[in-house]
């Protein structure tokens, strides 16, 4: 597993769940259903206290995990799996990690 920080350009459904993404110039689609938690962010490194009131954002990541194949891809394609992470405040999405060797899930 590889650890990132790099934007990317993600597309989402109605639902705010990521559907497809553009990474270092290339399109990705979402090909099995991502899931979502949080995680803490040590704020305290960065911030002397959290602002009162501030909410989602300030203490916490929100981290999705998605599989996603190129846009170009045919049915021999090995699905790759992101954890993607968005600034609640920004909207801004990165790419955190880069997992090896992990399968979609079957419904």
Do not use: N
């Not at 109605?14 to 803490?40: H, I």
């Not at 190129?70 to 090995?78: N, R, V």
């Amino acid at each position: 597993m590889g650890m990132f920080s790099e934007s990317v350009d993600v597309v989402c459904s109605a639902a705010g769940q990521p559907e497809s993404l553009t990474w270092a110039g290339a399109g990705y689609t979402v090909c099995a259903e991502p899931l979502r938690w949080y995680e803490r962010r040590q704020w305290w490194v960065e911030d002397s206290r959290a602002p009162l009131g501030s909410g989602p954002g300030v203490v916490d990541h929100e981290i999705w995990r998605v599989q996603v194949l190129p846009a170009s891809a045919d049915t021999s394609d090995e699905p790759l799996t992101l954890d993607l992470t968005r600034h609640i405040r920004s909207g801004r999405w990165r790419l955190l990690r880069i997992h090896d060797g992990l399968r979609p899930r079957t419904a």
